[in-house]
């Protein structure tokens, strides 16, 4: 590429900017000056420099709560993903089947979060709940209230259930956008239904999926809702994600100078992981000249 | 402005954030440029370097903090050295 770029273009985006200013930038603004001053309430602070960094930095409450959320986000990455895929590949390509399993896909996607919680919530429940209930009646040991295994399992299932159909629908579309000729290039090669795979279907689909696992990683790192209203965090902190942490720290304690220190710092993950998601997309969309 | 409880320190933050980003935009209208492959093999403007530069000196800061490895101030010595590798090679 040999022409220059011309970035006054994004003047236009000005008003955008002002909204966002407000809602985002301000609010950020804030909490990088509450993190590094105390208060006791009536808007009166006090300096504290950069105490509650450190206070962060050495804190196992928080180290162990970023360890279980990217345990968390990497298990279902790993799930949701190749679920997603397989869904698509073996939805129907066309017809009255094609919309039907679409509309049934997106269903689980326009359930608000505490609503899913609530569901699963009840769904587990070994005396009212289908699922509790079944596995009670089983013999086998279920109760997401105490057991941190059972407890970590419904929250993932719950977010499995919640998301692969985003990830499916994704892949779906990428599939779609494959011209047949490939398909007949690939039959006269008499190529295998792997071959297809790996050199025709998950190249053009990488563009999408690099979407997906980027916006499957950014929800699965904030989820708040979900765990919440089914765990509460618990049982003891084994589903205490970061964002739930935050909450405790910031508003059941009131803790403002440690909470936004440690705001910040998941702010800057969250805020690397996109940039290193965002450049590896668009660079992959550049190496295929799209 | 109260209720945003600013200080100096915090205010300085933002005033050269705010004071090198209008810089940037000036530089990128005054002289265009091409984008350029570096080392991380990724096409990057200026504005990408900077931001490149922004985030990585945070978690210099952090780091720094983290390990006690000294007076902060001492940190953003490093960060400037990690700013001008930045630039020139990335």
């Keep these: 590429m040999n022409k220059t770029v011309n970035q006054k273009a994004w003047f236009l985006v000005l008003p955008v900017l002002i909204l966002v200013a407000f809602s985002a930038v301000i609010p950020l603004m804030t909490v990088v000056n509450y993190s590094v001053q105390d208060t006791f309430g009536r808007n009166e602070f006090f300096w504290a420099g950069l105490e509650w960094f450190s206070d962060m930095l050495d804190s196992d409450r928080m180290w162990d709560a970023l360890g279980r959320q990217l345990i968390f986000s990497g298990v279902i990455l790993a799930i949701e993903i190749p679920l997603g895929i397989f869904v698509a590949l073996n939805m129907p390509k066309n017809g009255f089947w094609a919309s039907f399993c679409l509309v049934l896909m997106s269903l689980p996607l326009l359930i608000p979060w505490n609503v899913v919680g609530t569901i699963w919530q009840i769904f587990g429940r070994v005396d009212i709940g289908l699922l509790g209930y079944t596995l009670d009646k089983l013999g086998i040991t279920y109760n997401y209230t105490q057991d941190i295994t059972a407890a970590w399992i419904t929250v993932v299932v719950m977010d499995v259930w919640h998301w692969t159909s985003l990830v499916a629908l994704l892949a779906y579309a990428g599939l779609q956008s494959i011209p047949d000729a490939y398909y007949q290039a690939a039959k006269i090669d008499q190529a295998s239904r792997w071959a297809v795979f790996r050199y025709i279907e998950l190249p053009k689909m990488a563009g999408v999926l690099m979407i997906a696992i980027l916006l499957r990683f950014m929800d699965s790192f904030m989820i708040y809702t979900e765990p919440f209203v089914v765990t509460g965090g618990g049982p003891g902190n084994a589903t205490t994600f970061l964002s739930i942490d935050l909450v405790k720290m910031a508003i059941g304690q009131f803790d403002l100078g440690p909470a936004a220190a440690f705001s910040l710092m998941y702010f800057l993950v969250i805020l690397l992981i996109s940039w290193v998601f965002y450049t590896v997309m668009v660079n992959l969309d550049k190496r295929d000249g799209v | ?90």
């Design chain 2, 1 to 90: 402005m109260s209720w945003m409880a600013w200080t100096m320190p915090t205010a300085i933050f933002f005033g050269v954030i705010a004071l090198l980003l209008v810089t940037f935009t000036i530089l990128a209208i005054k002289f265009p440029e091409t984008p350029r492959t570096g080392i991380l093999r990724i096409e990057t403007t200026r504005g990408d370097r900077l931001f490149i530069t922004l985030l990585g000196s945070a978690f210099i800061n952090l780091i720094w903090l983290g390990f006690e490895a000294g007076p902060q101030p001492y940190a953003l010595l490093v960060c400037l050295a990690y700013a001008a590798a930045v630039f020139r090679w990335v």
